[in-house]
């Protein structure tokens, strides 16, 4: 195992080495912010604040994991999308300072002892609320425009649908989370009551119960995650000695797995049910979907350190960026 471990990390390594700046600048924002996800992290294990709740440290770790994740993503990304560099550079730059900036405010909150989010007590509260919320709606036109923008031709069709999946995936999330700010809830009762939130003034924070309605916290979890939940297997088999047309239908399972269990949520839901009243055949629909998306996560694992394992050497690891000179993809 230990050789297979030093040749992963030479291949990082290079890897490292051939990455443009926009990609290192988010390497680099992720990483940060994975920093602050453990320091928040140590502190909750040392019993510093309660464990669930709105101005729990666990709220300050989520934000700073997800968008950390979202960063390390969309460095791996960017060099597949026909962008100029001044392009690479204004999407990067964006999402760097998104990331960073929602993670600030999300955990000065919590170190304020206020929540984040529906929170109108002070105006400055409200101020926060409605920053993230403007970062959002911005972060998910950059989603949309992606999604739409065309990619080098050099790039394998199994990344292609990785991406165009994880991005759809990742706007929708966005969208769910625009709508539980509009809703100033993530407890879905009806477009009365949206409405009634549309029109009507707000004041100090509003809190409630997941058992009163559908949950869209849970869908815009998923959706956030979505550049992770489809592209990760992607990326991984680039490590395989898969024939392209075998990962593309690799791919397409998984990412039927992942529309299918968002898809029974979302109708759920929609139907302002509480996840704990979910009847047999929606429950069976969600641990047949999700068997086979974690049988596909774990095979393309298998699959990925047997083509590392019969590398000859670090050079000759498979991998998709191998394909990829910097030359080509700036």
């Not at 989603?143 to 649908?161: A, D, F, G, N, Q």
């Not at 509003?206 to 939940?229: I, K």
């Not at 039927?256 to 049910?273: D, E, K, N, P, S």
Request: proline content about 5%.
């Amino acid at each position: 195992m230990s050789h297979l471990i030093i040749r992963f990390g030479a291949a990082t390594m290079r890897y490292w080495r051939e990455t443009s700046g926009p990609q290192r600048t988010l390497f680099i924002a992720g990483t940060l912010l994975f920093v602050s996800m453990f320091f928040h992290g140590l502190l909750l294990l040392l019993g510093n604040g309660p464990l669930h709740g709105p101005v729990s440290f666990r709220k300050a770790m989520t934000f700073a994991e997800s968008l950390g994740l979202l960063c390390w993503a969309l460095g791996w990304a960017l060099p597949f999308f026909r962008l100029r560099r001044w392009g690479q550079w204004a999407v990067a730059g964006y999402v760097a300072l998104f990331g960073l900036g929602e993670a600030f405010l999300m955990s000065m909150q919590v170190w304020r002892g206020v929540p984040s989010h529906y929170n109108f007590t002070t105006p400055f509260d409200e101020f926060v609320f409605s920053l993230t919320g403007q970062g959002a709606a911005l972060f998910a036109l950059l989603t949309l425009l992606l999604l739409l923008w065309p990619m080098h031709r050099e790039v394998p069709p199994s990344i292609k649908l990785a991406l165009r999946a994880g991005l759809l995936l990742t706007m929708v999330g966005n969208g769910v989370g625009i709508l539980m700010g509009m809703n100033n809830s993530g407890v879905w009762q009806g477009l009365g009551q949206l409405q009634y939130m549309l029109t009507n003034s707000r004041e100090g924070y509003s809190s409630v119960d997941p058992q009163l309605g559908g949950n869209l916290v849970v869908l815009h979890a998923m959706g956030v995650h979505g550049l992770q939940l489809v592209p990760l297997v992607a990326w991984l088999l680039g490590y395989s000695h898969l024939s392209e047309g075998r990962r593309v239908l690799f791919t397409s399972a998984v990412t039927l797995g992942v529309a299918t269990i968002f898809a029974i949520l979302a109708l759920h839901a929609a139907r302002q049910l509480p996840l704990s009243t979910l009847e047999l055949p929606a429950l069976a629909g969600l641990v047949l979907a999700g068997g086979a998306t974690l049988a596909g996560y774990t095979a393309a694992v298998g699959l990925a350190w047997r083509g590392l394992a019969t590398s000859g050497d670090a050079s000759q690891v498979p991998g998709v960026y191998r394909q990829f000179p910097r030359q080509t993809l700036s």
